[in-house]
């Protein structure tokens, strides 16, 4: 293992051969702070709660009533009213409560260790998305209305997605952690984007699925359900268990593992099955509880430090601790009505998750900093670059990239060629050069209605909204240094998407343009300030993203719950990204933004490209790193703001674009243009798709690229040999 730099700087000087020792605080035989006075603290905070858990709730049962039951005092336990809510209500909620928030942070330690990131959840390897479309496929193609029914489909969605996620990521790679990371989201995507088709056509499955997906422990009754799941949770629990000595050994890296006797391919597959059926039992008990795992993964290694073992136990107890008491939460701050599990764990977790990021002593910093500074990876050596193509007029001279250019003219192609084709697709029959006519106004007045009204507005709105989703996800992954990282991840999209809806609400303007750069700007500017700024520590602005994100996301999801059917069904399509309705009006601002930011991307892009390399690189180049990042995260906010103004969050563009146009371009160049063109590209093709799939029925475009990009990115990503890294 090599030695830090911060560990250089804090290596205390030599004593003298004669001199005492210096004092030194209590430590662990392994020079790590010891962890049990956190674990006791733990477990009476657990047992406070769980006391708490039993003492409250909608009957008229005290604490003193309860521990009668508990103790049989005086044959408590022959009443039957007694019997009823503490024994049949109370104590299976609680411990359950118990049990999910356990596996819930064991199962996010885990991952997060597997992954070697920090900022890994549990719903990274599809569970979650594949267990809302076991329950949607139930609800809406069997019938299934009981909670016993959720549980089964939901724990055999979950199931079949991590199975797919690890058949997947073991393919030609040894289920490496970035090809374990990449599987999980491309096939969560494609669940997801499943799950969204079902309930857009049945009102049905999205009334009940809008209820479920929030997260409750209020469908809890008896022991049945829970001694159901309970051989599958002891199993992950088990399991878990075994991979601690395994998992630490990898920590050091795969050669290292292997000169230990350890297999790191069978240990990432152990830790993804536990993390599948931990996840899975959790899941079809409470429903998706989100942001959960990340967070007790999150606190216990501030405590903990990286060692796997003490990371599992902190977190299992961190997690009960706090769904315990946002569950006890849940049943008091809207009585007599419960609130929303998931969204009381986010305003309890993203306060916390916070504070720990910006606390100097948060042991995951070291983690955020090596990420950081570590250029990306490349599997083998690429091959020598082709001859540039330079023009020169004079004192003047343009290089161009005889890659890039080729890639430029072959999308720009393409994108012109997707243009006719959605000019000309559609529900009435039109013909090609009836078509041409109606572009330029002549011909039979209803074809020029048609066209230009409707098809070519709507063409060139999602051109726009392409190309602004493409740029800005280009300029996240590059600021970021990460291929998975979105405008998402700075909570743009739950920003834009709350503005949006509040307009909706108050002004009775949805979809003007300016909303939702508004609330992207807004939401920036919170993740921005919460987390001290960008500085050097661009990592904390991701977790601040995050914590941002899952609260906003929850409170989005219980404003949707609260409205009516008709309402909420309209509001969740576009919420899934929809260009049905958007037109010349709409589409001119972005338009008009686009001629400003694109100039001033390519601009960027060559100092953005020497911000691969590591800070002191960049400043000895003549690059300021801070300036360029605070401009990159500008513009990105700015294009996505724009973009979820027009059509909404479309899902999946601002993640394949880059790319896609990256494989095209080659790995020299910062594929800014290339981003743009592909992104257009992209939902030109999915809102065409969209609209003649079905005859009748329209796709939103959000749910198309969702659909469709899962496998697209599968194969660019994963289609090669190596790390996709």
Known sequence: ?????????????????????????????????????????????????????????????????????????????????????VGDLRMPRTVTALLVGAALGVAGAQLQSVTRNPLAETGLLGVNAGASLGVVVGIALLGVQTSFGYLAFAFGGAVLASTV???????????????????????????????????VNSPEAYERYRVWVLGSLAGVEGWTTLRQLAPVLGAGFLLAALTTRPLTALALGDDLARGLGHRPGATRAAVAFAVTLLTASAVALAGPVAFLGLLSGFLARTIA??????????AALFGAAVLTGADVLARVVARPFEAPVSVIVALIGAPALIAIVRSKR???????????????????????????????????????????????????????????????????????????????????????????????????????????????????????????????LLGVNDGATAAVLISASTAGTFGAWWAGPLGALVAVLVV???????????????????AMSAL???????????????????????????????????????????????????????????????????????????RVRLACLLLAVALAGLAVGVCGPVGFVALAAPVIAGRLAGPARVPVLGSALTGALLVVLADTLGRVLFAGVEIPVGIVTTVLGGPFLLWVLLGRKGSPA
């Not at 001199?19 to 020079?31: E, H, L, Q, V, Y």
């Not at 006719?420 to 039109?430: D, P, T, W, Y």
């Not at 921005?528 to 995050?546: D, I």
């Open 1 to 85: 293992m090599t030695l830090s730099q911060a560990d250089v700087h804090e290596a205390p000087p030599a004593a003298a051969p004669d001199s005492p020792p210096p004092a030194r605080p209590s430590r662990g035989s392994d020079g790590t702070r010891p962890i049990w006075p956190a674990v006791t603290a733990a477990v009476l905070l657990l047992i406070a709660l769980a006391a708490l858990s039993l003492s409250v709730g909608a009957g008229e049962v005290g604490p003193g009533r309860v521990l009668d039951y508990l103790l049989n005092h005086d044959g408590a336990r022959a009443d039957s009213r007694l019997a009823l809510v």
């Open 165 to 199: 996620v690890l058949l997947v990521a073991s393919t030609r790679g040894g289920g490496s952690p970035m090809r374990l990371v990449l599987a999980g989201s491309a096939v969560a995507a494609i669940f997801r984007g499943l799950t969204d088709v079902l309930i």
């Open 305 to 314: 430090g990286p060692r796997v073992g003490r990371l599992t136990l902190l």
């Open 362 to 488: 948060s042991a995951a910093l070291a983690i955020g900093d090596q990420a950081e500074s570590t250029p990306p990876a490349r599997s083998g050596e690429p091959a020598p670059p082709r001859p540039d193509v330079t023009l020169r007029y004079g004192a003047w001279s343009l290089l161009l990239p005889h890659r890039a250019l080729l890639a430029s003219l072959g999308l720009t192609a393409a994108l012109l060629a997707a243009v006719v084709v959605a000019a000309h697709a559609g529900q009435s029959e039109l013909g090609l050069g009836r078509t041409f006519q109606a572009v330029f106004g002549y011909g039979d007045r209803l074809d020029v209605l048609l066209v230009q009204k409707f098809r070519l507005g709507r063409i060139v709105a999602g051109l726009a909204a392409g190309a602004a989703l493409g740029l800005a996800g280009c300029l996240t992954q590059t600021l970021a240094r990460n291929r998975l990282a979105t405008p998402e």
């Open 528 to 546: 921005t300030l919460a987390s001290g700024g960008l500085g050097a520590r661009g990592y904390r602005v991701l977790v601040v993203g995050l």
């Open 552 to 626: 906003a996301s929850s409170i989005i999801q219980v404003a949707m719950a609260r409205r009516s059917l008709n309402s909420a069904g309209s509001l969740y399509i576009w919420t899934n990204g929809s260009l049905n309705g958007r037109d010349f009006a709409v589409a001119t601002p972005v338009l008009i933004g686009l001629s400003v930011l694109v100039p001033l991307a390519l601009v960027v892009a060559r100092r953005l490209a020497v911000l691969r390399f590591d800070d002191s690189v960049a400043s000895a180049l003549g690059v300021d790193p801070g």
